[in-house]
């Protein structure tokens, strides 16, 4: 039991007291704090949410905004996106400056396990794509569990699951 | 024996002025106890029964001093020229079988924006031993005459050389009086080695002559080399001067000084530390440590931290203005030095809890004390700092500040135990160390001094040893990053 409560720092295996929030030894962020949180969460600085764009591809790229319809089909919400970079997936964290563009609080995020920084999608060249991010319960298009950080296209009428929470996407071209 | 309730404004109840004769408070009292006596037409029992309590009081020569002196001190907490909060990580626990980790922030912020009106009285202290020749000793000249420009005529300054030994170039003198500063300078040559020591009591025997509350009595310490021996004795008569309202601040020029020394003597000595990586920038840095000194609105903050029994302050570390691992010498009583206009101060605190059943607990109690400079008085004032103990886990969201300064200091720490390991001979340690302070810098968008850290991690790894530049570059750098909003005007990092 003793040992249960400890919270063992990922980077360098040390144990800290519960609670802790930066590791004692290698100074590795640990959201969890202890058996208080249990999602991993890489952004370090309260105020930046802005994540690094995929690489421009070469030679001219037709920037389109697209707009996305998001189904959430465990509670029936939707939710229409206009994407014109990228929007996050996730839970909203004020304290930790995480604020998605798709908020996945009041669909039972937590327990469904969608993490505050999930996934996103963007688009390219008039695709529209998904992109895990490291997600401790794992993104899922039509039922395959993707790799983070790997654009996955998303077509119409997609099924995609964000840990255990279904949505269903269509995508309008302007 | 009558009691009474410094609460209560027993002048106002009885009409008269807090200066009123003990006559005029006699009669005040007989011309109400007739307008309000329960029997006349205008009665109220209410009124007259206060009326009667507050002229037992203020009609006794004796129990009035008394009632005076109690409400003085009311008073004066109520104009404290600062307010102070707390923030801490959770404020509820969950009940665990092993200690847990919970982080306070401690807020002070300056209220007053108004000068005290107080004089200095500084010493410059200058280093002029054979490595200073040139231009390094043209420009701290320069600066020291710069100085001049911005203190005020009736302010008190006196200047030092020191090599081997120290030579007073001028005596602690008004600053109106230019000629004799400059002539002195004029004078100033360079040769022989640093001995701190001996500049130092110089510095401090020249502010002494002055040293009252009536001024703001600071030495300021300009060296570009190290010294042998005698810093123990150095930082000791640091805190004797601290102790008498004197204070040390220390500037490090170049890249041969010893860090670890000027930041042991400027704690100890209630100052700052600054690393100057240029003599150019010497008369900037100056300049702004004048004017800071003249926003000084309260001095000798001490903060002590009182635990609940099997409750243990693990660190404690000064966030803002600027970073640093504070001074524990004194245990649980941390010193805080000055308090400066328009910069707030914030202290982190991490505690260690044992484990402890479900209820409310008060985990601790916090006793801020400082002595305001514009009217001398000394301040006491006190806080709890309470949590919940709680049999179930409850996701609480962290305060975005505590996050913020968190991250800071942890990027701050980690650097400070890599030179510690680097010292040590472990540099395997080390390089693991910066490696990671880089991340975290990275991370918080500081790309400068991550490439600084990665640099050193790379002369290490070759040569065993990092560069002088580098590592004052890192410290200086990193304790600086406490506040965002200000890292640009108050950079410890100055003329690169």
């Given amino acids: ?174 | 024996m009558a009691t009474f309730a410094p609460q209560e404004d027993y002048y106002a109840i009885l009409e008269v002025s807090s200066d009123a004769t003990t006559e005029e408070i006699r009669q005040s009292y007989q011309e109400l106890v007739r307008r309000y006596h329960p029997d006349s037409p205008k009665g109220n029992t209410y009124f007259f029964r206060k009326i009667r309590q507050a002229y037992q009081v203020l009609g006794e020569p004796s129990r009035r001093r008394a009632y005076d002196q109690q409400r003085r001190q009311r008073n004066s907490d109520s104009t404290l020229p600062f307010t102070w909060d707390t923030k801490l990580s959770r404020s509820t626990l969950p009940t665990l079988t092993t200690s847990q980790m919970l982080y306070t922030l401690v807020n002070i912020r300056p209220q007053s924006t108004e000068p005290v009106g107080k004089r200095l009285n500084l010493a410059l202290v200058i280093d002029c031993s054979a490595s200073m020749k040139g231009t390094p000793l043209h420009y701290v000249k320069m600066a020291a005459l710069d100085v001049l420009k911005f203190m005020h005529p009736n302010d008190i300054l006196a200047i030092i050389a020191f090599n081997d030994r120290a030579r007073v170039l001028t005596p602690s003198t008004p600053a109106r009086n230019r000629i004799a500063f400059s002539s002195a300078l004029a004078s100033l040559s360079s040769a022989g080695g640093t001995e701190i020591y001996q500049g130092l009591m110089a510095g401090l025997e020249q502010v002494r002559r002055y040293a009252s509350d009536e001024y703001i009595n600071h030495v300021l310490l300009l060296t570009d080399g190290r010294t042998y021996g005698d810093e123990d004795r150095a930082v000791f008569e640091a805190q004797q001067a601290y102790n008498q309202g004197i204070y040390i601040s220390a500037f490090g020029i170049g890249e041969e000084w010893n860090d670890k020394f000027l930041d042991d003597l400027a704690r100890a000595g209630g100052g700052i530390s600054q690393y100057i990586s240029s003599p150019s920038a010497v008369r900037k840095v100056l300049r702004e440590q004048i004017q800071e000194l003249n926003k000084s609105i309260a001095h000798k903050l001490r903060l002590h931290v009182k635990p609940a029994d099997g409750v243990q302050l693990q660190s404690a570390y000064r966030a803002a203005p600027y970073m640093e691992l504070l001074d524990r010498t004194l245990g649980n009583v941390l010193k805080l030095g000055r308090l400066v206009s328009e910069e707030p101060m914030a202290i982190l605190l991490e505690f260690i809890v044992p484990p402890r059943q479900a209820g409310p607990w008060k985990l601790a109690q916090l006793e801020l004390a400082a002595e305001d400079l514009g009217t001398g008085e000394k301040l006491i004032t006190r806080q709890e700092l309470k949590v919940n103990i709680a049999s179930e886990v409850v996701n609480e969201p962290l305060p975005p500040q505590l996050f913020n300064y968190l991250s800071r200091i942890n990027a701050f720490r980690l650097q400070e135990n890599a030179w510690r390991a680097l010292d040590a001979g472990d540099t395997k340690q080390a390089t693991s160390l910066l490696e990671a302070a880089a991340t975290q810098l990275f991370d918080m968008g500081y790309g400068e001094l991550a490439q600084a850290a990665m640099l050193e991690v790379g002369y290490i790894a070759r040569g065993g040893t990092s560069t002088g530049r580098g590592r004052k570059k890192l410290r200086y750098g990193t304790r600086s990053l406490s506040i965002p909003s200000i890292q640009q005007s108050r950079r410890g990092n100055h003329g690169n």
Avoid: W
């Fill in chain 1, 1 to 174: 039991m003793e040992t249960k409560n400890r919270v063992i720092c990922p980077s360098c295996g040390a144990e800290n007291l519960p609670g802790t929030l930066f590791c004692v030894q290698c100074g590795t962020y640990l959201p969890s704090g202890g058996p208080l949180r249990t999602e991993p969460l890489p952004e370090q600085d309260g105020e930046e949410t802005y994540i690094k764009p995929v690489p421009e591809t070469m030679g001219k790229t037709t920037q389109r905004t697209m707009h996305l319809e998001i189904d959430i089909l465990d509670t029936g919400r939707k939710a229409i996106l206009s994407v014109e970079r990228e929007i996050l997936v996730g839970r909203l964290d004020t304290a930790h400056g995480i604020f998605p563009a798709l908020d996945l609080t009041a669909d039972g995020g937590l327990e469904q396990g969608v993490s505050r920084r999930h996934a996103r999608f963007y688009t390219r060249d008039g695709t529209c794509f998904v992109e895990d991010l490291d997600s401790t319960n794992g993104t899922f298009l039509n039922g395959e569990r993707l790799t983070p950080y790997l654009p996955y296209a998303v077509q119409d009428e997609d099924t995609i699951m964000f840990g255990t929470l279904h949505v269903k996407v269509h995508i309008y071209n302007e």
